[in-house]
């Protein structure tokens, strides 16, 4: 927490703030919709370009959290703002503290609070119900110049210091509600389809420094499940905007063209610079790496973009941040994700009844699944895996992200059943699904298994036949869940599923909440009537019954 100065800056600045509040200079406040217009929001600046200087001394203070700070509120005009920071000119800890509580409003997320507002006696399904509402944000109708980017319908936000909709966790978030909450899916499907009109592609979250970049394109999966009976049909009356993310992937910076002219896609993040929110963390990186900064903030941005944040997929050096090369990676998950949006366009066209559009997307969605069994395909391993540009092979990482392909459907059977034999062999432990074997202190690594993983490798699996396998590995998930949920009366980001218990690892503390467990345990409940047990699992109440499979 900030605490006021003593030396009576805060008093000089409170007076300077008083005057700029009397002057007729108007609050800036983010246009309504629909009267923002695009140019408006694509080129809004990021809190870093917004307070130049300020920003910098604040992020690398460590005087603010730094999602904390991206995400204040500021009391006045931001060019009134840089005005009193180039006059006060802050010299010590204790000025600069007196000048941001001065200046801005800070984010109050009180984790007793948000405890408050729930029962500590409900059960686990009753539990999830209960957070959908605690989770809502209602369509923001105007907001005061900050970084959030104001959407048009309510929303679910994942929970913690996540305040905003990330893209890829929404569709997560939307598998575990049900029809009751048919209206939220819908409008948060149509937040993502204004976000693409608006700025050509979904950014990674609705703030001003995500803009850069995107995330898993899951958008034609969260359509589909507005019409889970009829897909084609949701897809044909989306076709404008997921057209128009297909061409964003398409750039040249996200498509790569290989020697026999096949292309496939890869992260990118259109900036050079540290991330906003993770400002003083990518500079420590950049300052220990002895990499060409700008080079190296690319790498890291493009990490972000991947969902993946971080893994040792993306590191030469798995045990090192700094040897980050996610650019250099055609990534499994990403191509299979592409090849299913390439699917949905060209089943979209057909129901529109326009032929030469349903042919052509239909070739895209062929020759890219032959450039995948080409290029990403590991024969000495038997699954899909990601490829590295620079060694021209595929890595020899193991991951989770193998699962994609029987995800989106583009695995023969055969390729299948390998994949099924690799999952239980090297990724498969007590408490479910691990994202990779190696242990690096990386949140996308050993012990963590995150609740969207499980999803995509359950349903794949179930999808070409591995009933079995599939039920395993959601039986080991949901204990995982549901004791952790007994013990804490919590559900978190990621879970440790080599000793079933919450995870850690990563640039920041671990947070509850939380939107796609909460989305994806709710929907294997419901999915299979033998997981109902786990659904009325109540905190404190004989724990050890869900000791890890052996």
């Known amino acids: 927490m900030l605490a006021p100065g003593r030396n009576g800056l805060i008093s000089g600045l409170a007076a300077l703030l008083v005057s700029a509040c009397q002057q007729t200079t108007p609050v800036a406040v983010i246009p309504a919709h629909p009267a923002l217009q695009p140019s408006e929001l694509a080129d809004r600046d990021p809190p870093s370009l917004v307070y130049p200087g300020l920003f910098q001394r604040v992020a690398l203070s460590g005087l603010v959290d730094p999602k904390d700070w991206v995400d204040a509120k500021p009391k006045l005009p931001p060019p009134l703002i840089n005005e009193a920071y180039d006059e006060a000119r802050p010299q010590t800890r204790e000025d600069l503290t007196a000048f941001i509580v001065t200046f801005f409003d800070l984010p109050n997320d009180d984790p007793e609070a948000d405890d408050?507002?729930?029962?500590?006696?409900?059960?686990?399904?009753?539990?999830?119900?209960?957070?959908?509402?605690?989770?809502?944000?209602?369509?923001?109708?105007?907001?005061?110049?900050?970084?959030?980017?104001?959407?048009?319908?309510?929303?679910?936000?994942?929970?913690?210091?996540?305040?905003?909709?990330?893209?890829w966790d929404a569709y997560f978030t939307m598998t575990g509600l049900g029809p009751s909450h048919d209206e939220i899916k819908q409008s948060m499907v149509?937040?993502?389809?204004?976000?693409?009109?608006?700025?050509?592609?979904?950014p990674n979250a609705n703030r001003t420094y995500y803009l850069s970049r995107s995330q898993p394109p899951f958008f034609f999966a969260m359509v589909g499940l507005l019409s889970p009976g009829d897909e084609a049909a949701a897809w044909a009356d989306y076709l404008p905007?997921?057209?128009?993310?297909?061409?964003?992937?398409?750039?040249?910076?996200?498509?790569?063209?290989?020697?026999?002219?096949?292309?496939?896609?890869?992260?990118w993040d259109g900036r050079d610079v540290p991330r906003d929110e993770s400002f003083i963390q990518d500079t420590e990186t950049a300052h220990?790496?002895?990499?060409?900064?700008?080079?190296?903030?690319?790498?890291?941005?493009?990490?972000?973009?991947?969902?993946?944040?971080?893994?040792?997929?993306?590191?030469?050096?798995?045990?090192?941040?700094?040897?980050?090369?996610?650019?250099?990676?055609?990534?499994?998950?990403?191509?299979?994700?592409?090849?299913?949006?390439?699917?949905?366009?060209?089943?979209?066209?057909?129901?529109?009844?326009?032929?030469?559009?349903?042919?052509?997307?239909?070739?895209?969605?062929?020759?890219?699944?032959?450039?995948?069994?080409?290029?990403?395909?590991?024969?000495?391993?038997?699954?899909?895996?990601?490829?590295?540009?620079?060694?021209?092979?595929?890595?020899?990482?193991?991951?989770?992200?193998?699962?994609?392909?029987?995800?989106?459907?583009?695995?023969?059977?055969?390729?299948?059943?390998?994949?099924?034999?690799y999952t239980a062999e090297r990724l498969l432990s007590e408490g479910g699904l691990m994202t990779t074997p190696l242990e690096t202190g990386q949140q996308w690594d050993a012990p963590n298994g995150w609740a969207p993983l499980h999803w995509i490798a359950i349903r794949g699996l179930e999808d070409y036949g591995h009933d079995a396998l599939a039920e395993d590995i959601a039986d080991r998930w949901l204990t995982t869940v549901a004791r952790t949920y007994c013990e804490t009366g919590k559900l978190v980001e990621k879970y440790?599923?080599?000793?079933?218990?919450?995870?850690?690892?990563?640039?920041?503390?671990?947070?509850?909440?939380?939107?796609w467990t909460n989305g994806v345990t709710a929907a294997l409940i419901d999915m299979n009537p033998d997981y109902s047990a786990y659904g009325d699992t109540v905190p404190g109440e004989a724990c050890e019954r869900y000791a890890p499979a052996k």
């Open 116 to 167: 408050a507002a729930l029962q500590t006696d409900l059960s686990l399904s009753d539990h999830i119900e209960a957070l959908w509402p605690h989770l809502t944000r209602n369509a923001d109708d105007s907001v005061r110049a900050t970084s959030l980017i104001p959407l048009p319908f309510p929303y679910i936000v994942p929970g913690g210091r996540f305040r905003e909709v990330y893209y």
């Open 190 to 202: 149509d937040n993502f389809a204004w976000l693409i009109r608006e700025t050509g592609h979904v």
């Open 241 to 267: 905007e997921l057209k128009a993310e297909y061409a964003f992937w398409m750039q040249d910076e996200r498509a790569v063209t290989l020697p026999d002219g096949s292309v496939l896609n890869r992260y």
């Open 288 to 421: 220990q790496s002895g990499r060409l900064k700008a080079e190296l903030y690319r790498e890291l941005r493009a990490g972000a973009e991947s969902g993946w944040d971080f893994s040792s997929r993306w590191l030469d050096d798995p045990q090192d941040l700094s040897t980050i090369e996610t650019t250099h990676i055609l990534p499994v998950d990403l191509n299979a994700l592409l090849y299913g949006l390439e699917q949905a366009i060209a089943a979209g066209c057909e129901q529109a009844e326009d032929p030469a559009c349903h042919e052509s997307f239909r070739a895209k969605a062929e020759a890219r699944k032959a450039a995948m069994n080409n290029w990403l395909w590991d024969e000495t391993r038997g699954v899909f895996g990601d490829y590295d540009l620079d060694a021209g092979a595929v890595t020899q990482r193991d991951s989770a992200a193998s699962l994609y392909p029987l995800f989106l459907g583009l695995a023969t059977q055969a390729q299948a059943d390998s994949t099924a034999d």
């Open 496 to 515: 440790d599923v080599v000793t079933a218990r919450p995870g850690g690892g990563g640039e920041y503390p671990l947070q509850d909440g939380f939107g």
